[in-house]
């Protein structure tokens, strides 16, 4: 996001099709891209982070309720088993923005660009009577409401007042990995072996990956994320001359290969490389098995 980049709010978004907060700023961000109805917005949720400060959980959830309400459509694609998301304009569509300049022309308002310095610009300081520092206020108390719920989860162990210093440092991508990890860290460890909450904050505990037996528990490379993560070492190991895991050990059709993954969790199409010219494995989601060829 540049500096000069501004987003356009129409009237009609409030009264025709009743957005409100969350919902007609992302709203308004998609409808930038394809109001032309020719083109889909496939920016990441990190971008739209950036331009409402708000977590990821929120903006998946604000995406799902305009989806669900029939205001834009999702299409998915999945290309070398990574999945991609595209957003259009639902059925209901408003009508295009129109400006007259100087001479009287009227011509139709450009969005989500860095070229235009027209002085028609949104003011960006208040947004339908939101202010930028009622909005950081409502950001706070979301950060605030955020670490509640981890404390309680958290069983309170350890300093609530220093716990909360390390809490502001993490960027809001660390506060939804903690809110996601200790879940299972607390599910996974007696009470005795966990760390004080200050110290779990402090050393960035939350990026471990958790593993129990043969499985991954949790991993926070995998969270939100479709692409094959599996542990690696010993049989299975990734080969940087072929760019793809290598599978060393002895397989017989139908066999499961322990790559920290339950069935039901592996990523559709995953593939491993046999050793020795004895083919390939892809994992069959639906099936539930790998697929040798």
């Not at 980049?5 to 308004?28: C, E, K």
């Not at 049989?235 to 599978?247: I, S």
Request: net charge positive; hydrophobic share 30%.
């Amino acid at each position: 996001m540049k500096q000069d980049d501004y987003i356009v709010i129409q009237a009609p978004m409030v009264t025709q099709l009743g957005l409100s907060g969350n919902r007609l700023i992302i709203y308004a961000i998609i409808h930038g891209f394809c109001k032309d109805g020719n083109h889909e917005f496939n920016g990441s949720i990190n971008y739209l982070c950036e331009w409402t400060n708000l977590t990821r959980n929120t903006i998946i959830a604000t995406l799902k309720s305009l989806v669900d309400d029939g205001l834009i459509k999702k299409r998915e694609e999945t290309r070398n088993n990574i999945k991609f998301c595209y957003y259009s304009l639902g059925s209901a569509k408003i009508a295009p923005l129109v400006q007259k300049f100087d001479r009287g022309s009227a011509k139709i308002a450009p969005n989500n660009t860095s070229n235009n310095t027209s002085s028609n610009n949104i003011d960006c300081n208040t947004i339908f009577g939101i202010t930028i520092k009622e909005k950081e206020k409502n950001t706070k108390k979301e950060k605030e409401e955020l670490f509640e719920q981890c404390w309680v989860a958290y069983n309170r162990k350890g300093s609530k007042k220093k716990s909360k210093e390390y809490w502001h440092k993490l960027t809001d991508k660390e506060m939804d990995c903690v809110a996601q990890h200790i879940k299972v860290y607390v599910a996974t460890r007696e009470k005795s072996y966990q760390k004080d909450f200050e110290r779990y904050l402090r050393d960035k505990t939350f990026n471990d990956v958790i593993i129990q037996g043969n499985n991954v528990m949790f991993d926070p490379n995998k969270e939100n994320d479709n692409t094959y993560h599996p542990i690696t070492g010993g049989a299975l190991m990734w080969n940087d001359y072929y760019k793809c895991f290598l599978y060393t050990g002895w397989y017989f059709d139908g066999d499961s290969i322990a790559d920290g993954y339950d069935d039901d969790k592996r990523p559709d199409g995953a593939k491993i490389v046999l050793n020795n010219g004895r083919g390939t494995l892809t994992w069959n989601k639906q099936q539930q098995k790998w697929v040798k060829r």
